[in-house]
């Protein structure tokens, strides 16, 4: 592991430094800023120019030429990405330039464009020539504070958000109203030009989230933000389920502070994330210097009835409640909300996921043949079969889809994935579900794979019905090979919790590696009457006492049944024998 670790992590190019989780599809931003994405691909929302879906992580390509047929600009370079986002259906990109590109699904104007669909990346014109919010009605001020760009994006739901370097915060998409109603009723609107926030003048962005309907954000209580604790959270839009954490499940139209992380608390709030209708917050106590200790939390309130909030009901609250199962002695560095689950990673690698179906993501009809499916109200540590330990090596960041979920580890160069498979969203070949997480296929095999998956997915003109079949034969043993790894993995894990119950039944210890016979160890062959007589002679006067009361108690079980195995069938013949007389 060390070692693969070390080659790859001099090439960039390999290095994942973001990633972003759509409703069933996945984006990925590498070192060197190039973009990729697979999964679901239906209103051309991989970017790729098509809508058929990717099995494996395709590189997205950016024609500077088509964003120009919606009549934006650009310098004509191909761009160098440093952000990206994922909606339900559709996807954001952010340049290096300021420049923020979008494709997929825009029935509400979150491309930001008015425009069909697209399958491809294109420019966002609103901000090729961004102008501050405060200069639409102040020039002198704009004059002051120079040129803008946008220095990060964001998407949930249907929405889009983007956050200039002013510390200004952009809207667009299906988007909570200003206002209320006719009727009095909370109602999404659409807008498909990027419209400032001005509830935050004055003051500086610093992070958001948007659910389905509902927008969180970091904000600074100045001016500006010197990165200290002067960070106030901000909450608004539809608030059914007290997603809002205000106390209360009435809407707000414009932000109102979140109390529980006001001035006042001890906590300050460096995490957010919002799923369809619950939000997740991650805190560290303010007087870490006086008591020269850290405390972290995790906090969550909105909908629970999937067990999202990890409290351990399937009520819904509508003020924070912190996750009390997760220690409070680790700093948590990332965390991410799906539809109906939660999941948090701490910089150790320790990964906790609680919510519909339990923890993983999957949705309810999703097949399982374990005794412990369902939703898992409380976090569940999610280990890794492929190292068979608790933790995965240097975590970086998870992305929760609305039935999957994604993380990367191993400093950027290694990528897992678990839960509903389908479209291939778990980025291994393969259609199939998984509640262990599976390796994704990163980085990617190459020019010459990707040149023949799209032969033969008929992307080109194929010469030759020979070389034709020898690509689909190579791609259908690929996907062979995937699923009888994820099999054989399954079984070794059955094999080792099996081998754990039977050895601590016995031994009144948890099995570990050096319990193994030598000969199996040194040689990968085992001699039982060897290996017996050698355990009998090593083992002390306590082991051998609970093997003979073992051992004498499972004797006594098998000669009871026997015994009552032999009076049933003795009770049968002579009932037969009766019953023949007459």
């Known amino acids: 592991m060390d070692a693969d670790y070390a080659y790859n992590s001099g090439n960039i190019s390999h290095k994942i430094v973001g990633i972003a989780a759509g409703e069933a599809h996945n984006l990925v931003i590498t070192g060197d800023g190039t973009l990729f994405s697979w999964g679901r691909g239906s209103f051309g929302r991989l970017g790729t120019g098509k809508v058929s879906d990717e099995l494996f992580p395709v590189k997205v390509e950016f024609d500077v030429k088509k964003g120009k047929v919606l009549g934006a600009s650009h310098e004509g370079r191909k761009p160098k990405f440093v952000g990206i986002a994922a909606g339900a259906y559709h996807s954001l990109a952010l340049a ?84 209320k109603s006719e009727d009095g009723t909370f109602s999404l609107v659409s807008i498909n030009i990027p419209q400032p926030v001005w509830d935050f003048h004055g003051h500086t962005v610093v992070k958001v989230a948007c659910g389905t309907e509902h927008v969180v954000a970091l904000v600074s209580t100045g001016e500006t933000y010197s990165g200290g604790s002067d960070l106030l959270c901000y909450a608004w839009g539809n608030n059914h389920h007290g997603q809002l954490g205000v106390g209360d499940t009435e809407a707000r139209f414009h932000p109102e502070i979140v109390e529980a992380f006001g001035q006042e608390s001890p906590w300050l709030v460096y995490e957010i994330a919002c799923g369809s209708n619950h939000t997740a917050v991650l805190t560290q106590n303010k007087d870490v210097l006086e008591s020269e200790r850290g405390e972290f939390r995790c906090w969550t309130f909105g909908l629970g009835e999937n067990g999202q909030l990890g409290l351990g009901t399937i009520n819904s609250v509508c003020c924070p409640k912190p996750v009390a199962e997760l220690p409070s002695d680790v700093l948590l560095v990332s965390v991410d909300c799906g539809l109906f689950h939660t999941c948090v990673v701490s910089d150790a ?119 034709s079949e020898r690509k689909i034969e190579m791609e259908r043993k690929l996907s062979q090979a995937m699923e009888e790894m994820q099999l054989v993995q399954s079984k070794l894990a059955l094999i080792e919790r099996y081998a754990s119950i039977l050895h601590t039944s016995i031994f009144r210890k948890p099995f570990e590696e050096k319990d193994l016979p030598s000969t199996l160890r040194n040689w990968g062959m085992f001699n039982v009457e060897r290996e017996w007589e050698n355990m009998i002679e090593s083992a002390d006067v306590g082991k051998l006492t609970r093997m003979a009361a073992f051992y004498r108690h499972m004797l006594a079980e098998v000669k009871d049944k026997l015994m009552k195995r032999r009076i049933e069938e003795m009770v049968k013949e002579s009932l037969h024998s009766i019953s023949t007389q007459k």
């Open 349 to 467: 690698g320790d990964v906790w996921s609680w919510g519909m179906e339990r923890g993983l993501g999957l949705c309810p009809d999703a097949r399982y043949n374990g005794g412990d499916s369902g939703d898992a109200l409380l976090p569940l540590r999610i280990t890794s079969d492929e190292f068979h330990v608790s933790n995965f090596p240097r975590p970086v960041q998870v992305a929760c889809g609305a039935a999957h979920t994604v993380l990367v580890a191993e400093n950027g160069y290694k990528v897992w994935a678990w839960g509903r498979g389908r479209s291939g969203v778990l980025g291994r070949g393969t259609l199939m579900d998984s509640f262990t997480p599976c390796v994704v296929m990163w980085p990617p095999l190459g020019k010459d794979f990707d040149d023949e998956r799209r032969n033969v997915s008929g992307d080109h003109t194929i010469e030759g019905k020979g070389e």
């Open 96 to 179: 290096d330039d300021g420049s923020v590109w979008s494709w997929g699904y825009n029935l509400y104007g979150q491309l930001g464009l008015n425009a069909e669909n697209s399958p491809y990346p294109c420019f966002v014109k609103q901000f090729l020539e961004l102008v501050s919010p405060e200069s639409l009605t102040n020039e002198s001020e704009s004059d002051m504070k120079g040129p803008l760009k946008v220095c990060s994006v964001k998407a949930g739901g249907m929405m889009s958000l983007a956050i200039d370097s002013q510390g200004s915060l952009w809207m667009w998409g299906s988007c909570p109203p200003r206002n």
